[in-house]
């Protein structure tokens, strides 16, 4: 009974994004502030090796389909832009201020 690799990666960004969303302790008001604990930055790694394929997948085929409708359009960027603005803006990487709460990942791009 063993996990496929996928299977393992899956949960392993499920259990960083669970441990980055719990809130520290209460500190008191003369401590310095937390620094970021190192397993945020290895979550967001292996959190980025499952989310950047299928970003990029979804980014080429916004090519395609923008390609495709440039061409059906004759060249108009009013029915291209927002196939391509929501296909390739975003983000690629998972950082790990994604992970913590304190920005939001877009995988479709927006204006």
């Known amino acids: ?48 090796i499952v989310y950047s394929p299928l970003k990029l997948a979804y980014a080429a085929s916004g090519l395609v389909v923008g390609g495709m409708a440039w061409m059906w359009s004759f060249g108009r960027k009013r029915v291209t832009r927002p196939i391509f603005t929501a296909a390739l803006k975003g983000d690629y990487v998972v950082t790990p201020e994604h992970l913590a709460g304190e920005r939001r990942l877009e995988f479709i791009g927006r204006y």
């Not at 719990?22 to 967001?44: I, K, L, N, T």
Request: include cysteine.
């Open 1 to 48: 009974m063993h996990d496929s690799p996928a299977r393992v990666l899956f949960l392993t960004c499920v259990l960083s994004a669970l441990i980055a969303a719990v809130p520290p302790a209460a500190c008191a008001q003369d401590e310095a502030p937390r620094r970021p604990s190192p397993f945020v930055g290895v979550g967001a790694m292996l959190c980025t």
